[in-house]
């Protein structure tokens, strides 16, 4: 049997579904590597302990595999995965009585996701315009910016969003889902979501110039 | 860098509309003031593309592993299931 998925090819839903409904164990490894890790984190914003986030992990990957036969493609392999995970999620949330963080959304006052000295002042000739602008990404080698560190850092600072901001980003981002399909599960106005994406992607913007400053 | 004019947005401003514009949410009126701005402010479009290279990077596993209980016990479960199928 040839090797189907590296993890580069992991986003190939076609080779992905017909391996696993093959029973390609390597490609089954090669998802869960890729996807366990963060699907636990997201299952513990629902649930209460770890063990029971694991617990949500396992179910999850065996409706996967029971599923895989119907899997239509409508959506992508990890849209749908992820939708699983939620539902699954929810509902032992539902049943353990743990409430999810949005009813401590974060206020949606103000908030400069760019810190505002790094544009110029009131009394200048061009008022908002950059003091400090970005980097260009342009003299950066594709193979450094989107290399295996580049993905970590932007996973590690993905992991200090507040709650709220993470799972949007989480959803929306790395699932891949519609705005009206994650406002829907997390009970969000379009403007709220819209607002946490915001600021979810504007810190991990930031983490992405920062490693850029350090090249 | 072209100078820009009074009436155009602040780059302070599109760093604030950019998830608006991302995500297909602007009004007409403000996309075109979003886009006119781009035109001349090389800065802005390189805060865009930034944000588009971390939307990317944002997508993609970091390849961090699951923890090898969880692991193995889902490879012990894939077998099972597989073995079902016949």
């Known amino acids: 049997m040839q090797p189907v998925a590296s993890s580069a090819q992991v986003a190939d839903d076609t080779l992905v579904v017909a391996a696993l409904r093959r029973g390609d164990e390597s490609v089954f490894t090669e998802l869960v590597n890729a996807y366990s890790s963060p699907l636990l984190r997201l299952a513990q914003d629902f649930v209460r302990t770890r063990s029971v986030a694991e617990e949500v992990v396992q179910e999850t990957w065996l409706a996967v595999l029971n599923g895989i036969d119907r899997f239509e493609g409508r959506s992508s392999f990890k849209t749908w995965l992820y939708r699983i995970l939620v539902n699954k999620a929810k509902t032992r949330g539902v049943r353990e009585a743990r409430i999810v963080p949005f009813s401590s959304l974060e206020p949606l006052g103000e908030e400069h996701v760019v810190p505002a000295d790094r544009f110029r002042g009131p009394d200048d000739q061009w008022p908002g315009h950059w003091a400090e602008p970005p980097r260009s990404l342009d003299t950066i080698p594709e193979e450094r910016l989107l290399s295996r560190e580049a993905r970590q850092r932007i996973a590690a600072a993905l992991e200090t969003l507040p709650d709220s901001q993470r799972i949007v980003v989480t959803l929306r981002d790395v699932a891949g889902w519609d705005s009206d399909e994650i406002c829907e599960t997390l009970d969000l106005t379009e403007v709220n979501q819209r607002v946490l994406l915001h600021r979810g992607r504007a810190k991990l913007r930031a983490a992405l110039e920062q490693y850029v400053e350090e090249s | ?86």
């Open chain 2, 1 to 86: 860098m072209a100078t820009p004019e009074k009436t155009d947005i602040t780059c302070q401003e599109v760093v604030e509309l950019v998830t608006d514009y991302l995500e297909g949410a602007l009004p007409i009126n403000e996309r075109l003031d979003f886009e006119r701005h781009l035109v001349w402010c090389s800065w802005c479009r390189d805060y865009l593309d930034h944000m588009r290279t971390t939307i990317e990077l944002t997508g993609r596993p970091d390849e961090s592993e699951p923890p090898s209980p969880l692991k193995e016990q889902l490879l012990d479960a894939f077998r099972d299931w597989r073995r079902t199928r016949g």
